[in-house]
T-cell receptor, first 111, second 117 residues
Framework: TQLLEQSPQFLSIQEGENLTVYCNSS?????LQWYRQEPGEGPVLLVT?????EVKKLKRLTFQFGDARKDSSLHITAAQPGDTGLYLC???????????FGKGTKLTVNP | KAGVTQTPRYLIKTRGQQVTLSCSPI?????VSWYQQTPGQGLQFLFE???????NKGNFPGRFSGRQFSNSRSEMNVSTLELGDSALYLC????????????????FGPGTRLTVT
């Protein structure tokens, strides 16, 4: 059983569309991170959210941490081909002090 | 500041052999973690080292081991390779270890692509 479930698994959209990807769990996390990974490279940290209900914006990307700190979402406005990649969420478990990753959402933005 | 480097980038080994992968963290980072990434399982935590001590370990068999040197550089070793060990092995460094008041942001290297035939 995956501790962090990401949905959808795959997403293919046209340039200019909006999209939301989700990261859900039944566990509480002390913080949650979002990464983007491009083919042949390691994941790159986009944002860290720490407080329940927190919303962070990074240009066209909006990240939200659920009130109960069990889930998160990433919303992209007016997607561009450069947004193409694998989006990974990772939660820090307070008890075990381990970072647990979801399997990711593979996003393709077509020009 | 230079990023995390991993060597080699690609490796092809046969079953039964062993392999050693190397990771140099960002200067000043003392925590190094290793992950295995496969299409089916995603990113799975192998182990974390801090100040030459293994602080945390994932659910992998004893064939997977690692160590960290005094300059924070780290190596991981896989003995008696199996076909299922084919994966992208990622190393990540962090300023410190995970904790309640530390969000533990990881900086990843490009990975070593291991193929076992």
């Amino acid at each position: 059983t995956q501790l962090l479930e990401q949905s959808p698994q795959f997403l293919s959209i046209q340039e200019g569309e909006n999209l939301t990807v989700y990261c859900n769990s039944s566990s509480v996390f002390s913080s949650l991170q979002w990464y983007r990974q491009e083919p042949g490279e390691g994941p790159v940290l986009l944002v860290t959210v720490v407080t329940g209900g927190e919303v962070k914006k990074l240009k066209r990307l909006t990240f939200q941490f659920g009130d109960a700190r069990k889930d998160s979402s990433l919303h992209i406005t007016a997607a561009q081909p450069g947004d193409t990649g694998l989006y990974l969420c990772a939660g820090l478990q307070g008890g075990s002090e381990k970072l647990v990753f979801g399997k990711g959402t593979k996003l393709t933005v077509n020009p | 500041k230079a990023g995390v480097t991993q060597t080699p980038r690609y490796l092809i080994k046969t079953r039964g052999q062993q392999v050693t992968l190397s990771c140099s963290p960002i200067s000043g980072h003392r925590s190094v973690s290793w992950y295995q990434q496969t299409p089916g399982q995603g990113l799975q935590f192998l182990f974390e080292y801090f100040s030459e001590t293994q602080r945390n370990k994932g659910n992998f068999p004893g064939r997977f081991s690692g160590r960290q040197f005094s300059n924070s550089r780290s190596e991981m070793n896989v003995s008696t390779l199996e076909l299922g060990d084919s994966a992208l092995y990622l190393c990540a460094s962090s300023l410190s270890t995970p904790g309640r008041y530390n969000s533990y942001e990881q900086y990843f290297g490009p990975g070593t692509r291991l193929t076992v035939t």
